[in-house]
């Protein structure tokens, strides 16, 4: 791969960076917070791009170097820069083409967008419960009937708090349906730190009036009570708290479909 190759992928890379970034494309990576570290980031290779290629042009247009004879050999050397090594032999070595495989994930980002992290990464790893920190002192529920929280929230109010904060009061929640270890359709919700490949899955199961017959990846919203009903996730032993459905309504995936 010479310089110019070198200085078009970077090109794409970074355009591809910052297509991503300046829609809501970059939300299936990384977290809303990193949108401008990640134009920053796109925009940074774009100028690397076309200053490799810009130098390389101009390389390229400067005059050809004088050929020289060094003394005692009796042979012509070109002193000028090149893109392959000589070997003393006449043998040209270029660089290694596996350099071309820079472009693939270039051509991921532009051509083969995935989808956010689902109902496969859910069944695939244990609640992310079992790393939260139980505490007795959460704030009380937000304004509104019913009240809207997440499913972190109320996953941890359920089981670390066993339902005291939710103080019997009817809560919304929003997230995809996922086959339970028994069959049975789970809400679940995937929280990141940092970007997708942190992520872990919120799991709450559903009691009552829940859903049924829903394909994996459906979101739904919810409206129910808090329920003292405890499951365990097979993949880590963790708990897994239930809601008391009330009522539940399918919707389209939201903007930001991490917590």
Not at 45 to 55: N, S, Y
Not at 142 to 170: C, K, M, Q, T
Not at 188 to 210: E, F, H, Q, T
Request: contains cysteine; negative net charge.
């Amino acid at each position: 791969m010479n310089k110019q190759a070198q200085g078009v992928v970077l090109l794409l890379l970074g355009g591809a960076v910052v297509r991503a970034s300046v829609t809501d494309m970059y939300l299936r990576y990384v977290k809303e917070a990193l949108q401008p570290f990640l134009i920053v980031a796109g925009l940074l290779l774009i100028a690397a791009a076309v200053m490799t290629l810009w130098h390389d042009l101009r390389r390229r247009s400067s005059p050809a170097p004088a050929v020289g004879v060094h003394a005692g050999h009796g042979h012509a050397v070109d002193d000028g820069p090149g893109d392959a090594a000589d070997d003393g032999h006449g043998h040209a070595h270029h660089e290694p083409r596996v350099g071309w495989l820079l472009i693939l994930p270039v051509l991921g980002l532009l051509l083969v967008a995935p989808p956010a992290l689902g109902s496969y990464a859910v069944a695939q790893a244990g609640t992310a419960l079992s790393s939260e920190q139980a505490s007795s002192d959460y704030p009380p529920l937000p304004d509104g009937d019913p009240a809207e929280i997440s499913v972190l929230d109320y996953a941890s109010r359920a089981i670390f708090d066993e339902g005291r904060s939710l103080d019997g009061r009817d809560v919304r929640l929003t997230g995809f349906v996922t086959d339970g270890p028994d069959g049975e359709p789970m809400l679940a919700r995937i929280v990141l730190s940092c970007c997708a490949a942190d992520g872990r899955p919120i799991k709450v199961g559903m009691d009552g009036s829940a859903p049924t017959g829903l394909p994996a990846d459906t979101w739904i919203e919810v409206v129910g009570r808090y329920s003292d009903r405890i499951g365990t996730d097979p993949v880590n032993g963790a708990s897994i708290p239930y809601l008391a459905v009330e009522s539940w309504q399918q919707i389209d995936a939201p903007r930001q479909q991490y917590e």
